[in-house]
């Protein structure tokens, strides 16, 4: 029988009544009494010299409170990034300063240059067209490699080059990674780009800054994955203000996806000028302004060689990347091609020797970061594809020449800095042929040719660590924050429980899933656990949700600070029952006594715990609350087996996906109809990367899919349904719930499958096509096969 | 400023409206039903989507004086009398239909248009339906089998151990 | 965007009169309009909104001729032209999105004429008229390149009359993103010849495709124009796709809609 209850159960999410009525409360929801509006005169240039802001026809239109420039922010901290990198010689990266609004320059469309703040929005953009810029356009530097040459203009004058910094991993490796390639039986080359993407969560981002005077506080409500981060970055390196006096709101959150963990400008701004100007200050993106603002994701330019012996056993991968920063290095920018995607490289495989060269280079385009997955889809794309391109040229089976390769003893240390604690990839691999009816292809093909269509098939396995992460570990590679979690559970007199937890969800159903577990933990009902988060002035200093983190860290935190609960609850009721502390037995919310028939209920104790009337006041102190932080071993490793078919229509090179199978691991399950959800819509990020989303400039640095009508976002009809299934689970070994993570995985696995799947077509019907770089729109498939 | 008018959710209401106030801003700002949401400025992703004289569309592509004198019918007014979420609200929850829920009224929106004048759509009728409806965290798989379950239709269980 | 006044006038002669002002400008559905005002690429001083305007809207179909009112909107087009020209209703069916088929009307498409749109390769597939407040255009004369048409200032589209073919099917291969047409093909077989518009792919916009409907004229069949090609030289290149892929689908979608006329 299927759980209705605690872990494993597929409980109903309680968001969803107040988000399918309509009382979601929204950043965007929010209205504050005589609030002002800001819009940014953003640059239309990619690169330009600021000669002038001439802002006084502006300062005096109707209803303009005042109009800000970079000047405003001479004195003010800039955006910061939040990881450092050492490179191949020993030396830190380069930093470049971000000003909250531009200073000197213009670096990329979008920068902004002025704010205007009015009484009404409209106001302030009928105000903004009345400044007089004067801007001198420069050469834009949009090429990642012509970047790197000498004599390129520089998108930051005061740094030495427009390479943020060449990362070697691990360094040591390399000699021995040259070597086994150059004394390989066969090398398989590739080539490929993983395209610049953009995150578009449905809701844009908002800020709205208010300053009480009163008591010297200032307040930002902000589309956040992250408040207390964001509180943390702001207060301390850019406005100066103590955390004790910055208050950071994030309520209901329509997605992340990465794009909402930044600390951005406009966050910073509506802070400022709330306290400047005395009211609160609100700022809503537009869609249009929010595609040359919010952090972009992936764009890397990858050379990967893969060394094999005749066998077809994997001897030694070697790398060489270009990762775009675009113009400002973003909060954990720096951090998303080296140690996220340079880590991963092995994939699930016992690969001996791998080398990763990793290049950043400044650009005048908008600045890229973390998008879902990180770098590990990267990883897994030039992995896997190169897995298929080697397996096709030497006439392997291409699950054959993964399972020959797949690490099979764990723990596991590959040569790239990481410890596997866990895993079956035969399970998966076994379970994602089961759900997609491998051999049930060529019956599938036949029909498809029946139609004039050509069906393929793609597999590929990933790996990815999340659960991010310890924070000694992090700390050693450069990361300028820690990544423990921390969770405040507070038991009321009455037995009900609240807990304050530092991670966040937007849309994850923390509030739902969260509960489960303290449920199971005591044996009480779901209902009467509450989930409080997004707000740092009610929940403990904690890191946020990102990188499939907040089960795995935030949730052992949860389990942590209720393991302290139910052993001081064990020590009351043993008092109660005038028994021992370690004879109490806890379940279904009742504590007994083995062998006796002493119980007394869970609520009894709580209330005793709050009227200590009959209590061991001598020995504990009254109340049940406790707070726990917890910082992980290791990353967690979920990994899985995906398989995608696909028919091509050779007269038009369009793609459609037939069937998609994903077989993932995730260790423990907590709510599977969450999980599966979760999986769901990665798979069809993965796939609208593999397929449509690609985010283009032109030469000179205007972008070119600035609004839905040029980014091709996945809708209903270009996607399947899809087969799922975590069945396969070997528990994470190292926190207390045995979970992995499960947000990430369906978009780090899935555009491998659907890239093979498209080659494996075009090659079944006698087209010799080895690769076709993303998204693989109609007309790049088109022309591939009739290249 | 001229006045609108107009009965939402069952419920006659007026305000003041620029010619330029669009329907959505009226709703939001004027009468602070803020379960209308704005995703986009180019009208594609669907999650204005409100109902008006019966019909479906884009709240953010109208302006509020186009609907003076109409019958407007948004999220806050689909559940049931008794305040219990109506068939189509109930399938999305059980069969967990969304998750950041910002696109969510324009999807049940949507749903209830397209039930009215098919009342048993196949998968792929549904997939064409939702066009002008943008999800980016469920992948559409769920939202597609709530419907199918909100028309009656047999769908597979949810997931569970 | 920009302020202006909206004026909601019932009778052809009022808007009319509206349109006169200063800056004024006719609203349909605002399904393009309003967008392109929110990106402040638009700032008329008056809209004149058609939609309450009871004479411009319907749908109606006699002597082989459908006459669809200026502010008929293509949801209504897809149902009520169903029966008399099913061609023509299939392709204002995959017009844009359920919601915004509610409130676009074909007034407003035609008035706008975006080299991607489907109503331009409808009616010029089809043959048939333009009918303003001042006279009638012929469809082969209306359309005259990119955004523009044979409009003058202050006219407005109060009907417009198709010739309703004996067969007729409408392909539209969508661009990825926008789903406007990257390419799409209106092809009608008339008693006296074939007719074969094309949207989406030319600089120029909208275009009948004369070597086709010669060869289709004489074989209606996928086969007569297997061996004809367009000039990519004259078509357009984007991200979503290069002139030499929009001439190839011209040929694709033209064979795929002569197919489907049968």
Known sequence: MPKDHGIGASTKRREDVRFLTGKGRYTDDINIRGQAYVHFLRSDVAHGKINAVGTSEAETAPGVLRVFTGKDFEGVGGIPCGWQITDRQGNPMQEPAHPVLAQGKVRHVGDPIAAVVAETYEQARDAAEKINLDITELPAVMNMKAALEDGAPKVHDDLTSNLCYDWGFIEDNREAVDQAIKSAHHVTTLELVNQRLVANPMEPRVAIGDYASYSDESTLYTTSQNPHVIRLLMGAFVLGIPEHKLRVVAPDVGGGFGSKIFHYAEEAFCTFAAKQLKCPVKWTSSRSEAFMTDAHGRDHVTRIELALDAEGNFQAIRTETYANMGAYLSTFSTSVPTYLHGTLMAGNYKTPNIYVNVKAVFSNTVPVDAYRGAGRPEATFQLERVIDKAAREMGIDPVEIRRKNFVTEFPYATPVAVEYDTGDYNATMDKALEIADWDGFDARAAESAKKGLWRGRGINTYIEACGIAPSALVGQLGARAGLYESATVRVNATGGLVVMTGSHSHGQGHETAFPQVIAEMIGIDESMVEIVHGDTANTPMGMGTYGSRSLAVGGSAMVRATEKIIAKAKKIAAHLMEAAPEDVELKDGQFSIAGTDKSVAWGDVCLAAYVPHNYPLEELEPGLEETAFYDPANFTYPAGAYICEVEVDPDTGKVRIDRFAAADDFGNVVNPMIVEGQVHGGLAQGIGQALLEGCAYDDSGQLISGSYMDYAMPRADDVPSYSVDHSCQTPCTHNPLGVKGCGEAGAIGSPPAVVNAVVDALQRNGKDVTHIDMPLSPSRVWAAMNG | ?161 | MYDFELVKPSTVEEAVKALSGDEAQPLGGGQTLIPTMKQRLAMPGTLVSTTGIASMKGVSASGGVLTIGGATTHGTVAKEAASSYPGLAAMAANIGDPAVRNRGTIGGSLANNDPAACYPAGLLGSGGTVVTNSREIDADDYFQGLFTTALEEGELITAVRFNIPEASNYQKFEQPASRFALVGVFVAKHSDGVRVAVTGASEEGVFRWTEAEEALSSNFSPDAISGLSVDASGMMGDIHGTPEYRAHLVNVMTGRAVKAAG
């Open chain 2, 1 to 161: 400023m001229p006045t609108v008018s107009m009965t939402v959710n069952g419920k006659p209401v007026s305000g003041e409206a620029e010619g330029r106030t669009l329907l959505v801003q009226f709703l939001r700002e004027t009468l602070g039903l803020t379960g209308t949401h704005v995703g986009c400025d180019t009208s594609q992703c669907g999650a204005c989507v409100v109902h008006v004289d019966g019909e479906a569309v884009k709240s953010c592509t109208m302006f509020a004086a186009e609907a003076d004198g109409a019958e407007v019918k948004t999220i806050e007014g689909m559940a049931n009398a008794d305040g219990s979420l109506s068939v189509i609200q109930q399938a999305f929850q059980d069969h967990h239909g969304l998750q950041c829920g910002f696109c969510t009224p324009g999807m049940v929106m949507s749903a209830a248009a397209l039930l009215k004048d098919n009342p048993k759509p196949s998968e792929a009728e549904i997939r064409d339906y939702l066009e002008g409806n943008i999800c980016r965290c469920t992948g559409y798989h769920n939202i597609v089998k709530a419907i199918l379950a909100a028309s009656g239709q047999e769908v597979t269980p949810i997931a569970a151990e």
